[in-house]
């Protein structure tokens, strides 16, 4: 029940970000703290109230990388360091299904360091991921090596999981870290992946409790015995 209360009132918080005095859903942006992690059981998950928009994520890199969840709609997706503020030189992009699987990667774009991922998705959930060069996503292949899951050339392009770990998902990251500081991803086609509002959690309370309480009195008639009367 705590922790129902709780979601409840988390929800609510966001919706007080999420909408505006007319009750419509908007844009917002997310921020560090709190930290992202690098894996897919760490990983920063973009809550908030369905059908938000996300505008961009701002975060900070120091020796590791950050992976974020949201949820696609379905349609055109893009993400892009290019033009954006940050400190932080020399990015890297990469784009994971829910599974952890490798789907697409950038490291430089439109003659920058900065990267850039725009593709066509469909409706769900997936990673997004950003590091300093050259700190690569990697999989566990045979035994306990370690696999790159993305190519590292050609840096310009576009890749997809053709690295010899780009046939298992996400594990870990590896490599040398040439670089840190602030970075902002600006996006398009992401939405956050959705926290009902605390009315309609409520709501699904007392439909629970009117459901055990019908369950009960049915359970109850059904043991019910007849005693038979004595002429």
């Known amino acids: 029940m705590f922790a129902i209360k709780k979601l409840a009132l988390a929800a609510a918080g966001t919706a007080m970000v999420a909408f505006g005095s007319t009750g419509e859903a908007q844009a917002i942006s997310f921020s560090e703290p709190p930290d992202a992690g690098q894996t897919l059981g760490n990983a920063r998950v973009l809550t908030g109230t369905p059908g938000t928009s996300i505008t961009s994520i ?3 890199l120091g020796g590791a990388a950050d992976l974020f ?4 709609p379905g349609g055109l997706f893009s993400a892009t360091t290019v033009g954006q503020p940050g400190t932080l030189d020399d990015t890297q992009l990469f784009l994971f299904n829910s599974a952890g699987f490798g789907l697409l990667a950038n490291d430089d774009a439109s003659g920058t360091r900065r990267s850039t991922i725009s593709t066509t998705l469909s409706a769900g959930l997936y990673f997004l991921g950003i590091s300093s060069y050259d700190y690569d996503p990697v999989s566990r292949g045979p035994g306990v090596r370690l696999r790159e899951i993305f190519p590292d050339p050609p840096y310009a392009e ?3 999981p053709t690295g010899f770990g780009g046939s298992r998902p996400l594990e870990t990251w590896r490599g040398e870290i040439y670089g840190s500081g602030t970075y902002t991803i600006a996006l398009s086609g992401a939405q956050v992946v959705g926290v009902p509002e605390p009315a309609s959690v409520m709501g699904l309370l007392a439909f629970g409790a009117l459901g055990a309480a019908s369950f009960r ?7 019910a015995v007849e005693v038979p009367v004595e002429s």
């Open 58 to 60: 701002s975060g900070r």
């Open 69 to 72: 969840q949201f949820y696609s």
């Open 158 to 160: 576009l890749n997809g």
């Open 217 to 223: 009195q049915r359970k109850q008639s059904k043991q």
